[in-house]
């Protein structure tokens, strides 16, 4: 059986994904970053964790093949597809003081870490999702930029 969600921008959704069943992410429009976390179905205590799946993989870029880890060093998810190739492993979800940090202006600025409580239904303190197509470049000397999203409208990874 197959479901199609479109997830507005500055929202989120909880969808239960089974064992074996697919998980499409499409950039509708092009650009988009995608504040993807899951957690395990009856034990939230067990989520994604980009520090353990980049440990397993011993590399901060997700390819083909890899395995997406918890924060217990259980298997949770496979790549098997990815047409961009460039997904952030490495930065939080955007919260209120990053925007004061950054910008000055967190004051009740939609932001993703409130997106992903309220669609779980929790309190999180904070949550390091896998940002999808967020374009993070590591520099030799250990410096990072955010680059634009080099995904097109249409790119997708399963």
Not at 70 to 94: A, K, Q, R, W
Not at 111 to 133: K, S, V, W
Not at 136 to 146: C, F
């Amino acid at each position: 059986m197959s479901e199609e969600y479109v997830i507005p921008a500055c929202s989120g959704m909880k969808v239960e994904v089974k064992r074996g069943h697919r998980i499409t992410v499409i950039d509708v429009d092009g650009g988009q970053v995608v504040d993807f976390f899951a957690e395990v179905t009856d034990n939230p205590q067990e989520f994604l964790s980009t520090g353990v799946t980049i440990d397993c993989n011993e590399s901060f870029k997700l390819n083909i093949g890899d395995l997406i880890y918890t924060n217990l060093y259980h298997p949770m998810l496979e790549i098997l597809s990815d047409d961009v190739g460039e997904h952030d492993l490495l930065h939080p979800c955007c919260r209120p003081e990053m925007y004061d940090f950054f910008y000055h202006n967190g004051a009740r600025h939609p932001n993703c870490l409130d997106n992903i409580n309220r669609a779980l239904g929790e309190q999180r303190a904070m949550i390091t999702p896998i940002n999808l197509f967020m374009h993070t470049k590591i520099n030799d000397n250990g410096d990072i930029s955010v680059e634009r999203p080099l995904s097109k409208a249409g790119d997708k990874i399963d």
